[in-house]
């Protein structure tokens, strides 16, 4: 069994953790400062200089002493509860210093150097290295993205949902859930389209999808899927040239056109490790996905799998891959990009 592999899980518990310690912390400055500042008066006022340091005073008053660096009187001594207080805020402060560290790391969907610039079909693992994504376009999607969520959540599972401009800009709420949930998004342009564009539409299509994105839900992306896999039409160029992963998929659950027997057979019988399973949780009657999605997890779960999100997966490939294999990746995409298996559809949107 492959160990689980949920980094973006394990972030929310740090962050968690280290929420607790940081009110614990204020707790503990609350109830401890009224108790210092009593002592420190009390002590203000009862301490007493020892005799000899009272004629010491006096002589050096008097210019008896010479040098009065060995005869000043010695100052109130140190109880130790103002470095307690100092010792708590310092470790408030760094508590909280690595909060905002992990909230950052958590919202930025960075891509390793070696991916950057590059297309993504899948991971080369060795077959004991049992990991999977999976991946949702065309979102998100009234009632059936928060049905798709609501899945995961119950089987603890992370996924990487490529979100459509158009979509998100109806749809905020439910983004900000999917994004509060501990998924990872990704960029899928603003109104789903295949026809060739420039380099300023493609611009325009891409930036402001995730533009938008990172303004509702303050996740920054550099992942990117292109409407229907289409390869040659300007906007992979693009997102190339801006460092930026074009992902690709290996499974294809072809829900888009199947019902829910289909879609699980077709998932089940291309599943493999490192695989990039593609099904959509907007752009129609996403029912079937819904349906079949418990069962994909529960016999993948059976066979040993472990469920990863894209930046999660692109990590794990980081150790795998050769920088041959990275490079053959794109070919691989291309030869699928022109296959007539491609779901060419429009994406509707319900406005």
Do not use: C
């Amino acid at each position: 069994m492959v160990q689980p592999y949920y980094r973006v899980y394990r972030r929310q518990q740090r962050v968690l953790t280290l929420a607790i310690l940081a009110a614990l912390s204020s707790f503990v400055m609350g109830v401890a400062l009224p108790w210092t500042l009593h002592i420190d008066r009390e002590a203000r006022v009862t301490y007493q200089p020892p005799i000899s340091q009272q004629v010491a005073a006096e002589r050096q008053t008097q210019g008896e002493v010479e040098n009065s660096n060995n005869s000043r009187q010695l100052p109130v001594p140190n109880l130790g509860i103002p470095g307690v207080k100092l010792a708590l805020t310092q470790r408030l402060q760094s508590t909280q210093s690595a909060l905002n560290e992990l909230e950052n790391e958590r919202f930025t969907f960075s891509v390793p150097q070696r991916f950057q610039g590059t297309t993504i079909k899948e991971v080369n693992l060795p077959p004991e290295r049992k990991v999977i994504a999976l991946t949702f376009d065309d979102g998100p999607w009234p009632r059936t993205t928060e049905q798709v969520l609501d899945i995961l959540r119950k089987n603890n599972i992370k996924a990487t949902f490529f979100l459509i401009g158009a979509a998100l800009n109806n749809n905020k709420e439910i983004a900000k859930k999917v994004a509060d949930e501990g998924h990872a998004l990704a960029n899928h342009t603003w109104n789903h389209r295949y026809h060739q564009v420039s380099q300023a539409e493609a611009a325009k299509e891409i930036n402001s999808t995730g533009d938008l994105i990172e303004e509702v839900t303050g996740t920054k992306t550099a992942l990117f899927r292109p409407p229907g896999g289409v390869m040659t039409n300007g906007l992979v160029q693009y997102v190339h040239s801006q460092n930026q992963a074009n992902i690709m998929w290996s499974v294809d659950s072809a829900d888009w056109r199947s019902g829910t027997d289909a879609i699980a057979r077709n998932v089940l019988t291309q599943a493999q490790p490192g695989g990039i399973v593609l099904m959509h949780d907007g752009g129609g009657n996403r029912a079937p996905t819904v349906a079949a999605l418990p069962r994909i997890i529960a016999e993948l779960k059976r066979q040993g799998y472990e469920f990863v999100t894209i930046p999660e997966l692109l990590e794990i490939a980081d150790e795998y891959m050769s920088d041959e294999d990275i490079a053959s990746q794109e070919q691989k995409a291309r030869e699928m990009s022109e296959s007539d298996e491609m779901p060419m559809y429009q994406s509707p949107l319900p406005y």
